[in-house]
């Protein structure tokens, strides 16, 4: 009986099949084991490459900045702690909202609606406190308080540096990055307006209202010889106006600069902290802008004088802008306004005060005002006198680049 059991051989196959089990068993846990290993790796790979392209986003949009609003002044300069996702409403700052909604609905960067993902930018000179010329990027740089945060040594370039954080992963990357100015082209009349008129019929010994010498001459829109509406200035009493026949009347109705030029003008503004939504009590700078001066923006003697002069309003040797975009500006007392102003008339206003001098006041550059608006020149002699290096540097902020070979990450994605 015993030795018919040990030749028995049923039940064998039960055991191959617990053995092939197993095997098979072991051999689907290590795949799976693989599997899951791979899948952690993609989502932080992916994680990863979401931490980068954030931190590029904030890059160029900082940039793109840059390019509109330039580098900001001592007076003025960017944050000192930088840009973030809770300081974007600052004018230097990327718009937050609109950073993160670049990346909204698409499936590869869903790691961008996490609550966790934040941003930040900063910009630096490229020269220290002592104006050492600083060409290689070190981090340090964010921790020296007394580190310009504009454009201090004037060689337009800074540096902007960009960090993103994305489910725990940071990277950060930084740039040299230049600025081009443009150039903004008024054409070099002392007056150019729908029309033009003086107070009086004196002849202010010998001292015209309008001096146009060295200029394009005076335009009016209207089409009418002097001593009318259109041009109510005595050519030879005086004269009033100087040269006497350097006028040109039926001038085109289009505006002295382009729209964009405007838009570029007030990004300019801004940066500079010269832009206002109503009158400013102070009207120097290299671009004031005012988006509504109402009745009028008045100044007279009270008026501040710009830094190193006695009186209003900027310098022989340093003329400024003055931009209205709807109604009006006087400038009366005795000042003295160096620089041309420009008045957009966006309400296309025919007003015969747009500008005005009053008093004894003077312009010195050129008086450009949009649409069938008027221009007043005064009643003192010398209101209006054409000054061409008042034209000459007028400028606004044309575009930013990063410098071939600068952009450079600077938080190896091996550390995330």
């Not at 961008?112 to 993902?117: D, K, L, N, P, R």
């Not at 009318?228 to 009347?249: E, F, M, R, V």
């Not at 009186?311 to 160096?338: D, Q």
Request: glycine letters at 10%; aromatic letters at 8%.
């Amino acid at each position: 009986m015993m030795k018919k059991l040990r030749h028995d051989e049923r039940g064998n196959v039960l055991v191959t099949a617990i053995l092939l089990m197993s095997v098979m068993l072991s051999v689907g846990i290590a795949v799976a084991s693989t599997v899951d290993t791979q899948t952690v790796q993609s989502r932080k790979e992916r994680e990863r490459e979401s931490t980068f392209n954030l931190a590029e986003a904030a890059l160029s949009a900082q940039t793109f900045i840059l390019g509109r609003r330039g580098t900001g002044t001592a007076q003025n300069p960017y944050p000192s702690t930088g840009c973030s996702t809770a300081s974007s409403s600052n004018t230097f700052c990327p718009d937050n909202t609109s950073l993160m909604r670049s990346y909204t609905g698409d499936a590869t960067q869903v790691d961008f609606s996490s609550a966790s993902s934040s941003w930040q930018t900063d910009v630096l000179d490229d020269a220290d406190a002592a104006g050492n010329p600083v060409r290689f990027w070190d981090d340090s740089y964010l921790s020296q308080t007394n580190w310009p945060r504009y454009d201090a040594d004037n060689n337009r370039h800074v540096w902007v540096r960009s960090q993103a954080v994305v489910r725990g992963h940071k990277r950060a990357i930084v740039a040299w990055v230049k600025i081009e100015d443009r150039i903004v082209s008024f054409p070099r009349y002392a007056v150019l307006s729908g029309y033009l008129r003086g107070d009086n019929s004196g002849g202010h010994g010998g001292r015209p209202l309008v001096n146009s010498t060295g200029s394009l001459g005076i335009a009016v829109r209207c089409n009418q010889a002097p001593q009318s509406n259109c041009i109510d200035l005595n050519p030879t009493k005086g004269p009033q106006l100087q040269p006497p026949a350097n006028y040109q009347l039926s001038y085109a109705n289009s505006t002295a600069i382009g729209g964009d030029d405007l838009s570029a003008l007030e990004d300019m503004a801004k940066a500079n902290g010269t832009w206002y939504a109503t009158c400013p009590a102070n009207p120097n700078g290299d671009v004031v802008y005012v988006k509504n001066a109402g009745s009028s923006c008045a100044y007279n003697n009270s008026a501040p004088a710009a830094t190193g002069q006695s009186k209003c309003c900027n310098s022989a040797a340093n003329p400024g802008l003055y931009v209205v975009e709807r109604g009006k500006v006087n400038f009366g007392g005795n000042i003295e306004y160096w620089g041309v102003i420009y008045n957009a008339n966006l309400d296309n206003s025919s007003e015969q005060n747009l500008v005005e001098t009053s008093g004894t006041s003077a312009i010195r550059g050129g008086v450009l005002v949009d649409g069938p608006g008027g221009v007043t020149a005064g009643s003192s002699g010398d209101n209006i006198i054409y000054n061409a290096f008042s034209f000459d540097d007028i400028k606004a902020v044309g575009t930013a680049g990063v410098v071939q070979n600068t952009w450079r990450e600077i938080v190896p994605a091996a550390s995330n």
